[in-house]
């Protein structure tokens, strides 16, 4: 409302001076005009003519068109008019298209000609009054025409530069979506892999409760160190799927690679998961650092899905590759029975199945022939 109110104030001030100037002008040019002779109906005529002629550059505002064609019929009855018409001619070609600015410019030469026939200027022939006539009008219609189309420009690129920041600022929110949720999505996976440690450890204390004392002191202090893990790993989850911008993990927490699936492994392995390893990997330094994660993480949430449903059964984690060909991931062991040792989601290899093809690769799970559940993964490993 206050803008509205501002531009109407501006509007009305700009009415203002152009009326205070185009009435000067034409105050000049009666006393030009009149040559010295202000007697007669001429100088009543130029003197109520002019007054009409300002009168109309505020309707040029909002109604151009009807206010240049007004104005160019009174510069027909004095000369008093002609700084008014102009005005109108210059307006009208600003805000118009050619076709219309162009009869208004014509109704404007038609008007100053019949002026200057009943009227005629002195010391200048008919001839190059007209001429003189219809180049004015001319250039005022070029001027008002490219003052119109570099109006247009500028207001396209304005509209382009605002567009343009919208949709960075769009890409930029997109951005930060898609890796929060990537990373909520790792957090996850890390945060099924401790919690389902834990419930071995305890699994193990419950079912074993005439363990010697120090074994139940070392199980119960995994346990203890693994709750605090597992608590500041949950602490990233909740951070990263906060609205607020997120610029990395808390703690600087560093991302898995390939070289850390032997750390992986043994740490099933203390849990009390057999687990029969082989890998075979040519140069695997190679290994692109997001393939070696991705691979990671197939072989955690595999671990993790074992322990799950079919612990106290032996696991056996072939893996092999070389570069320019692929990386293949193989993790199979017997499937289970009844209740599973940890509750899930049931979504932990949908979101490992995503992973893996954005990653480019494949990957398959399920009940083979032998009946062994078996998880594989093939990830592209180029030379």
Same mark, same amino acid.
């Given at each position: 409302?206050?803008?509205?109110?501002?531009?109407?104030?501006?509007?009305?001030?700009?009415?203002?001076?152009?009326?205070?100037?185009?009435?000067?002008?034409?105050?000049?040019?009666?006393?030009?005009?009149?040559?010295?002779?202000?007697?007669?109906?001429?100088?009543?005529?130029?003197?109520?003519?002019?007054?009409?002629?300002?009168?109309?550059?505020?309707?040029?505002?909002?109604?151009?068109?009807?206010?240049?064609?007004? @104005? =160019?019929? #009174?510069?027909? %009855?004095?000369?008093? *008019?002609?700084? $008014?018409?102009?005005?109108?001619?210059?307006? !009208? +070609?600003?805000?118009?298209?050619?076709?219309?600015?162009?009869?208004?410019?014509?109704?404007?030469?038609?008007?100053?000609?019949?002026?200057?026939?009943?009227?005629?200027?002195?010391?200048?022939?008919?001839?190059?009054?007209?001429?003189?006539?219809?180049?004015?009008?001319?250039?005022?219609?070029?001027?008002?025409?490219?003052?119109?189309?570099? @109006? =247009?420009? #500028?207001?396209? %690129?304005?509209?382009? *530069?605002?567009? $343009?920041?919208?949709?960075?600022?769009?890409? !930029? +929110?997109?951005?930060?979506?898609?890796?929060?949720?990537?990373?909520?999505?790792?957090?996850?996976?890390?945060?099924?892999?401790?919690?389902?440690?834990?419930?071995?450890?305890?699994?193990?204390?419950?079912?074993?409760?005439?363990?010697?004392?120090?074994?139940?002191?070392?199980?119960?202090?995994?346990?203890?160190?693994?709750?605090?893990?597992?608590?500041?790993? #949950?602490?990233?989850?909740?951070?990263?799927?906060?609205?607020?911008?997120?610029?990395?993990?808390?703690?600087?927490?560093?991302?898995?690679?390939?070289?850390?699936?032997?750390?992986?492994?043994?740490?099933?392995?203390?849990?009390?998961?057999?687990?029969?390893?082989?890998?075979?990997?040519?140069?695997?330094?190679?290994?692109?650092?997001?393939?070696?994660?991705?691979?990671?993480?197939?072989?955690?949430?595999?671990?993790?899905?074992?322990?799950?449903?079919?612990?106290?059964?032996?696991?056996?984690?072939?893996?092999?590759?070389?570069?320019?060909?692929?990386?293949?991931?193989?993790?199979?062991?017997?499937?289970?029975?009844?209740?599973?040792?940890?509750?899930?989601?049931?979504?932990?290899?949908?979101?490992?199945?995503?992973?893996?093809?954005?990653?480019?690769?494949?990957?398959?799970?399920?009940?083979?022939?032998?009946?062994?559940?078996?998880?594989?993964?093939?990830?592209?490993?180029?030379?």
């Amino acid at each position: 409302m206050e803008e509205i109110c501002a531009d109407r104030r501006r509007e009305r001030w700009a009415n203002v001076i152009a009326v205070t100037a185009v009435g000067a002008l034409s105050a000049l040019t009666i006393v030009g005009r009149q040559a010295g002779d202000f007697r007669g109906g001429r100088l009543v005529l130029d003197v109520a003519v002019g007054i009409v002629a300002c009168g109309l550059i505020p309707v040029l505002t909002r109604r151009p068109v009807q206010g240049a064609l007004g @104005q =160019a019929a #009174l510069a027909a %009855l004095s000369p008093a *008019a002609t700084p $008014a018409a102009t005005v109108g001619t210059l307006t !009208v +070609a600003q805000r118009r298209p050619l076709k219309t600015a162009a009869l208004v410019a014509g109704a404007g030469v038609a008007g100053h000609l019949v002026q200057g026939i009943w009227r005629p200027m002195g010391g200048i022939d008919l001839r190059w009054y007209v001429v003189l006539d219809v180049a004015v009008h001319a250039a005022l219609l070029g001027w008002g025409q490219w003052t119109q189309a570099r @109006q =247009a420009l #500028l207001n396209s %690129l304005r509209e382009r *530069a605002v567009r $343009a920041e919208k949709e960075q600022g769009r890409r !930029v +929110a997109e951005a930060r979506t898609l890796e929060r949720t990537q990373m909520a999505r790792e957090m996850h996976d890390v945060l099924a892999h401790r919690l389902s440690l834990l419930a071995t450890y305890a699994g193990a204390l419950e079912y074993r409760p005439d363990s010697p004392p120090e074994k139940l002191a070392e199980a119960a202090g995994v346990i203890r160190a693994g709750v605090h893990q597992a608590l500041d790993e #949950l602490r990233e989850v909740i951070s990263v799927l906060r609205d607020s911008e997120i610029d990395e993990l808390p703690g600087g927490r560093p991302q898995p690679t390939f070289g850390d699936l032997a750390a992986l492994v043994a740490e099933s392995r203390d849990a009390g998961t057999e687990i029969r390893y082989d890998e075979s990997v040519n140069s695997p330094e190679l290994l692109p650092p997001a393939t070696g994660r991705t691979a990671y993480r197939v072989v955690q949430e595999g671990l993790t899905n074992a322990r799950k449903h079919a612990a106290g059964h032996p696991v056996t984690l072939v893996v092999d590759g070389r570069p320019g060909q692929s990386l293949r991931i193989e993790l199979t062991n017997p499937s289970g029975y009844g209740v599973p040792l940890t509750p899930g989601s049931g979504t932990g290899l949908v979101g490992l199945t995503e992973r893996v093809h954005l990653a480019g690769g494949t990957l398959d799970h399920g009940r083979a022939a032998d009946g062994r559940f078996r998880l594989q993964a093939s990830l592209p490993w180029p030379a």
